[in-house]
């Protein structure tokens, strides 16, 4: 059973966590983003462990993608993986 995530809750989530990186609470902020992750992406570091290919193409995308936001995107998802116990 896929369970959806809480979209205003999660929307509520990231606004605390920009707002704990500008008042320079980067410990809090970064937990925040974390917690969004998990909520948005369960089971996303089981597949990368799993699936070596998968780390691959996030890494080109995030050295090739044209769009400076899209670019960030999947480096903040390389981040969350490392930070997660994926070896890459």
Same mark, same amino acid.
Do not use: R
């Given at each position: 059973m896929m369970i959806e995530p809480n979209m205003d809750?999660?929307?509520a989530m990231r606004v605390e966590a920009n707002l704990c990186y500008e008042r320079g609470?980067?410990?809090?902020?970064?937990?925040l983003v974390k917690s969004i992750f998990d909520q %948005? &992406?369960?089971?996303l570091?089981?597949?990368a462990k799993r699936n070596?290919? &998968? %780390?691959?193409q996030l890494i080109v995308l995030a050295n090739t993608e044209k769009d400076e936001m899209?670019?960030?995107?999947?480096?903040? %998802?390389l981040l969350?993986?490392?930070?997660n116990g994926v070896k890459f």
């Open positions: 809750l999660l929307e609470d980067d410990e809090d902020g970064d937990a %948005i &992406f369960p089971g570091v089981e597949e070596p290919t &998968f %780390i691959y899209k670019a960030t995107h999947y480096k903040s %998802i969350y993986l490392k930070d």
